[in-house]
């Protein structure tokens, strides 16, 4: 008999709305949502946004339930800095996750 329990690893999307461009406002909104493959409950799941180095910049927690109008895109918003040049910064989303396989 086998103890250990098969998992199997989700794909997930993640979608970033709200970003204006270009900003030279020293703080702006955007709307960040995840949503896993197999419908998994995602609320309450860590994202985080790094800069081009992979330095978290921030972190936000997912809503407890599904946005409105969707199967199943848990979403946040979260409050970032602009910086003070005048250029391209790239900024990427990460799913930290938490146990769910994904």
């Given at each position: 008999m086998n103890?250990?329990?098969?998992?199997?690893?989700?794909?997930?999307?993640?979608?970033?709305?709200?970003?204006?461009s270009p900003t030279r406002a020293s703080q702006f909104e955007i709307h960040v949502g995840?949503?896993?493959?197999?419908?998994?409950?995602?609320?309450?799941?860590?994202?985080?946004?790094?800069?081009?180095?992979?330095?978290a910049l921030c972190h936000a927690v997912l809503g407890s339930t599904p946005r409105p109008g969707t199967e199943a895109?848990?979403?946040?918003?979260?409050?970032?800095?602009?910086?003070?040049?005048?250029?391209?910064f790239p900024r990427t989303v990460h799913f930290i996750g938490g146990g769910y396989g994904v």
């Open positions: 103890d250990e329990t098969d998992t199997e690893r989700h794909r997930v999307s993640v979608a970033v709305w709200d970003v204006p995840v949503k896993c493959a197999g419908g998994c409950n995602l609320g309450g799941q860590q994202i985080e946004i790094r800069d081009a180095a992979g330095t895109l848990y979403e946040t918003k979260l409050r970032l800095l602009a910086p003070d040049e005048l250029d391209v």
